[in-house]
């Protein structure tokens, strides 16, 4: 008998309404079990109310600092964090890969993007020979960015 693999617990964080819904929505089709918060206090909130695995999280929230946030909930509960960004510049790319977060998508999200990269950082760190370096994206490609910070547009 095949053992089956445990679900994966998401924490959607994005004060948009309807992204936050979409993307809910979405990973719920592809059998992840998803929780959702619309500000950093909300993701506080759920973290340390459940077990989850994964943050996935818009890095600009109204109420506060949302890389400092994604920082905070992967040291506390040990979870594999995304940000998203509309404008990805050089200094949220700098702030994202020294606050540890695992990978920075580009909004609009393209769904298979999105499941690719949550697949790909779940991979067990002995068998993930890049992890540890922030992974950049916006749809067209990756780039890993290992010292020199770029980012493939």
Do not use: W
């Not at 909130?45 to 929230?61: F, P, Q, W, Y």
């Not at 998203?84 to 609009?108: F, Q, S, Y």
């Not at 499941?115 to 780039?143: F, K, N, T």
Request: charged content about 20%; aromatic content about 2%.
């Amino acid at each position: 008998m095949k053992a089956s693999r445990p679900t994966l617990r998401v924490l959607i964080v994005d004060d948009d309404d309807d992204h936050r819904q979409m993307l809910e929505h979405i990973l719920g089709l592809h059998g992840y079990a998803v929780a959702a918060a619309g500000s950093c206090a909300q993701a506080r909130a759920r973290a340390a109310a459940g077990a989850l695995d994964m943050v996935i999280c818009d890095i600009g929230l109204p109420d506060g600092d949302a890389v400092e946030l994604m920082r905070e909930l992967r040291r506390n509960y040990l979870v594999t964090t995304i940000g998203l960004t509309t404008h990805a510049n050089p200094r949220d790319i700098a702030r994202c890969g020294k606050a540890g977060v695992h990978a920075l998508l580009g909004k609009p999200v393209a769904v298979n993007e999105l499941i690719h990269m949550i697949q790909r950082l779940m991979i067990p760190p002995d068998m993930a020979g890049g992890r540890g370096r922030l992974v950049l994206s916006h749809g067209l490609g990756e780039a890993v960015a290992a010292g020199q910070l770029f980012l493939d547009l």
